[in-house]
């Protein structure tokens, strides 16, 4: 019954900044992880950022100082903040929610980064 709702995609030009959401809905336990991974044409899907409800954050070295994510647990809705933007950050984005051991998806939202 838990579902993520994505919004924010879009297209940008390099050195913009975009800001994702992912709100989710349904029986959803207070504790958890809630992170933003990306996939590439021709490429593996990655870890871009995760948060849990206590408000630990991990990032993955290419969006170290650039990205920044966020939670408001009360909304069940996590953010990405995406500043400084480059070409190689244009990606399909989803949002992940990870209730231990349970595993849940966003459809994904395409951002574009213009050079």
């Known amino acids: 019954q838990v579902q993520l709702a994505e919004s924010g995609g879009g297209l940008v030009q390099a050195g913009g900044s975009l800001r994702l959401s992912c709100a989710a809905s349904g029986n959803i336990f207070s504790i958890n992880t809630m992170g933003w991974y990306r996939q590439a044409p021709g490429k593996q899907r990655d870890m871009v950022a995760t948060i849990t409800s206590g408000g630990s954050t991990n990032y993955a070295d290419s969006v170290k100082g650039r990205f920044a994510i966020s939670r408001d647990n009360a909304k069940n809705t996590v953010y990405l903040q995406m500043n400084s933007l480059k070409s190689e950050d244009t990606a399909v984005y989803y949002c992940?929610?990870?209730?231990?051991?349970?595993?849940?998806w966003g459809q994904g939202t395409q951002v574009t980064v213009s050079s």
């Open positions: 992940a929610l990870t209730i231990w051991p349970l595993e849940y």
